[in-house]
């Protein structure tokens, strides 16, 4: 029933927007947006469309209402995008075989765990009546992110802006996000091939301070009858705070994630990563600070920008080419 509502509101949405950008077309010609430097800006909306975190805001502060696990939902979507082709909102597109596509959402790492789609079309719907074609799906995972762990208790940070939505996906780097079963080791090679040290290990595996895992992927691997499914909190203490106590319960040995556990435990934690897990637990201001830095460097992950890919009008697909 929530799908085929779903469906209902994106299909009602993409009516509006279809009627929005041919009046844009027929009393414009072309549309003006952005300006074409490489790289990114936290001003790049001012000008094209002001209200473009106020918007993305509220929709999250009404989804958490229903939901409080959406804010983490959230932030992990944009991980998973900016670590697969880059920040460019691959993750949202579904399957399509007319243009080719095949969606990044059923590899092991996604299906039936990433979620928050929905609360993403809602965004995209509310941006695109108040500008349409400005604001790219990328950018809308970046901003969300930054949302999300605000609203959550967390830092704020100025979010560099202006990527550009990608045409394609890439199924074979999908497959291989980091599993919460890969060795310290892999995952550090993992985040390396990203342009990310093992402070930003650290300090955006702290992003598991909420938000919910099934069992199967836990230290635990369940309780007997349980079944692989099942929801467990990933910060046990505070589970939708968004603050430092997670490293505190990794130091106890009680993370959720084997991934997150061999920060501490795997041999060649002590000379890495063991040293600032010690720091992030003992100041939240010293997380807090270096979450945010990281959460930037994770979002300038390859971004497409000035004229390439596109402003995607629907985040679920590529544009139609109409000319
Ligand atoms: C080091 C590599 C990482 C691994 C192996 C990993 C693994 C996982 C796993 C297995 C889950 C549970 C999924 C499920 O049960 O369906 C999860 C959830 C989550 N992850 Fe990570 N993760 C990593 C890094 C990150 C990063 C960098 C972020 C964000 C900055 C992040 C944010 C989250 C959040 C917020 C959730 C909860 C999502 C929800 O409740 O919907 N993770 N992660
Ligand atoms: C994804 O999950 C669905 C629903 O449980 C399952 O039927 C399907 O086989 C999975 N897809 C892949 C590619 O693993
Ligand atoms: C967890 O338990 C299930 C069922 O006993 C088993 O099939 C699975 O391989 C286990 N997972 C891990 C990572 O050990």
Known sequence: MAASSSLLSAARCSLLLTVAVLV???????LAHGDSRAG????????????TRDIVRRVIQDARVADARIPASLIRLH???????GCDGSLLL???????????????????????????????????????????CADILALA???????AGGPSWIVPLGRRDGT????ESANDLPSPFDSLEILQEKFRNMGLDNTDL??????????????????????SGQDRGTLVNLDVLTPDVFDNKYYGVLLQGRAQLPSDQVMLSDPFAA?????????????????????????IKMGNISPLTGSDGEIRRNCRMVNKKTY
């Open 24 to 30: 844009l077309v027929l009393s414009h010609g072309a």
């Open 40 to 51: 990114l800006s936290s001003s790049f909306y001012d000008n094209s469309c002001p209200s």
């Open 202 to 223: 650290v300090a955006l595996q702290g992003a598991h301070t909420f938000g919910r895992a099934q069992c199967q992927f836990t230290q635990k691997n369940c309780t």
């Open 168 to 171: 394609k996906t890439n199924i």
């Open 79 to 85: 991980f998973h995008d900016c670590f697969v082709n």
């Open 145 to 151: 992110a930054e949302v999300s762990v605000e609203l």
């Open 271 to 295: 000379a890495t990563t063991a040293p600032i897990v010690r720091k992030f637990s003992g100041s939240q201001d010293d997380f807090f600070k270096n979450f945010a830095a990281s959460m």
């Open 94 to 136: 579904d399957d399509d075989g007319s243009s080719g596509i095949r969606t990044e959402k059923k590899v092991p790492g996604n299906n039936r765990s990433a979620r928050g789609f929905n609360v993403v079309d809602d965004i995209k719907c509310a941006l695109e009546k108040a500008c349409p074609d400005i604001v790219s």
